[in-house]
Each structure stands twice: as structure tokens, then as C-alpha cells.
Nanobody, 122 residues
Framework: QVQLMESGGGLVQAGGSLRLSCAAS????????MAWYRQAPGKQRELVAR???????NYLDSVKGRFTISRDYAKDTVYLQMNSLKPEDTAVYYC????????????????WGQGTQVTVSS
């Protein structure tokens, strides 16, 4: 199995910054892409940023220029640097990895972290 553990959420004033981290652990054969999603109260979960390999990234339009996703391949960790935060960025942020466990015949599948709350006050 693959476990994802997020950290770095919290309360910040508008215009401030936060850095989220997500470390993958467990019996991992390989990880393809990693991503951050978020879900605000009463809204659907949405993709914030995804990193496929190296510099191949994509972002939600509303966070372009403010958020940066990066990955440490040696540590199986993905980061989300969030700058110029806005109240509308308030949500639970979830880490996602498309990965394969070492179990025999284990498929590539999506794994999710438990989420970390980000609250931006105006």
C-alpha cells in the first residue's frame, strides 16, 4: 500500500504564504504524477496543480502565478508553495498520487492523503 501524509496547512491572512508538503510512504513500486486538489465547503473537489515529471506541470487558472508545485523524487515528496493567498483559496487541500504498490499484480491507481485545512482570512 501507499500512504500519503500532508502537512503545512493553517491559518494565514490574505496576501500571506503557506507551503504544503506531502510525503509518500509504504511499499511503493513507482509513482507517476502527483497533484494537489482542494475542496471548499459546499463545492466539488478541484485540481489545483499537478506535476507529471520534471518541469511538466499544470495549474488551475485561478492559482497560476501564485502557486508553485514541485517534487523531490528522491524523497517521494510533493510540495505546494502558495503565495499571495486569497480568502477564496480557503479549503481542505488533498495530496494525490498516481502510483503502484509493490504487491504482486498491484495496479496503478490513485492514492489520497487525508487532507490539510488552509484558511485565509480577509
Amino acid at each position: 500500500q501507499v500512504q500519503l501524509m500532508e502537512s503545512g496547512g493553517g491559518l494565514v491572512q490574505a496576501g500571506g504564504s503557506l507551503r504544503l508538503s506531502c510525503a509518500a510512504s509504504g511499499s511503493i513500486r513507482r509513482i507517476n504524477d502527483m497533484a494537489w486538489y482542494r475542496q471548499a465547503p459546499g463545492k466539488q473537489r478541484e485540481l489545483v496543480a499537478r506535476i507529471i515529471s520534471g518541469d511538466n506541470t499544470n495549474y488551475l487558472d485561478s492559482v497560476k502565478g501564485r502557486f508553485t508545485i514541485s517534487r523531490d523524487y528522491a524523497k517521494d515528496t510533493v510540495y505546494l508553495q502558495m503565495n499571495s493567498l486569497k480568502p477564496e483559496d480557503t479549503a481542505v487541500y488533498y495530496c494525490n498520487a498516481h502510483a503502484q504498490a509493490k504487491s504482486v499484480l498491484a495496479p496503478m491507481r490513485d492514492y489520497w492523503g487525508q487532507g490539510t485545512q488552509v484558511t485565509v482570512s480577509s
